[in-house]
T-cell receptor
Framework: RKEVEQDPGPFNVPEGATVAFNCTYS??????FFWYRQDCRKEPKLLMS???SGNEDGRFTAQLNRASQYISLLIRDSKLSDSATYLC???????????FGTGTRLLVSP | GAVVSQHPSWVICKSGTSVKIECRSL??????MFWYRQFPKQSLMLMAT?????????EQGVEKDKFLINHASLTLSTLTVTSAHPEDSSFYIC????????????FGPGTRLTVL
């Protein structure tokens, strides 16, 4: 079983749609959680950290359920520029090592 | 701030040759640098962790004699792919970590290696 699992997609949505991605992780010692965005042939870029209380950044909302070891990302009012691969990333306590999911690909069409 | 550069951005080489990739933190000192590899349609896989002035720690399954890592200063780490083969063709990405102001990893733009 992979340490971080995501649905690879692709998710095809029209502009303006709301889309949600899910992620599960297997290491209960994981302490830090992130969503990264990766464009084709580019490096990953931090989209947002994920906190237990849930957090929002503009059109993006992230949720964490530690009991279920489940992380989600909600994108509202999708833009064409949101088309990318979204990577779920976790880090265990006391370690700097990041563990990446395989990513979920999002395609937003006009 | 927190910019990480990689050089070269892409390289094509013949099978059997060695390729060196540089990773630099431009405006901060990185206590730790990480090297990742990403094959098409797959996620980033950590290859090794390097701390300045000490030997790198390699992940399981990564050959340390094939992927030589040198972290000679707080702003520079190099990855040398020795005797490269076509199966080594991949996207190599480094990241630099500092526990100071940022306390997060910053990624370089990646190096695309193609071995013929």
């Amino acid at each position: 079983r992979k340490e971080v699992e995501q649905d690879p997609g692709p998710f095809n949505v029209p502009e303006g749609a709301t889309v949600a991605f899910n992620c599960t992780y297997s290491n209960s010692a994981s302490q830090s959680f992130f969503w990264y965005r990766q464009d084709c042939r580019k490096e990953p870029k931090l989209l947002m950290s994920v906190y237990s209380s849930g957090n929002e950044d503009g059109r993006f909302t992230a949720q964490l359920n530690r009991a279920s070891q489940y992380i989600s990302l909600l994108i509202r009012d999708s833009k064409l520029s949101d088309s990318a691969t979204y990577l779920c990333v976790v880090r265990a306590a006391g370690f700097q090592k990041l563990v990446f999911g395989t990513g979920t690909r999002l395609l937003v069409s006009p | 701030g927190a910019v990480v550069s990689q050089h070269p951005s892409w390289v094509i080489c013949k099978s059997g040759t060695s390729v060196k990739i540089e990773c630099r933190s431009l405006d901060f000192q990185a206590t730790t640098m990480f090297w990742y590899r990403q094959f098409p349609k797959q996620s980033l896989m950590l290859m090794a962790t390097s701390n300045e002035g000490s030997k790198a720690t390699y992940e399981q399954g990564v050959e340390k004699d094939k992927f030589l890592i040198n972290h000679a200063s707080l702003t520079l780490s190099t990855l040398t792919v020795t005797s490269a083969h076509p199966e080594d063709s991949s996207f190599y990405i480094c990241s630099a970590y500092t526990s100071g102001t940022y306390n997060e990893q910053f990624f370089g733009p990646g190096t695309r290696l193609t071995v013929l």
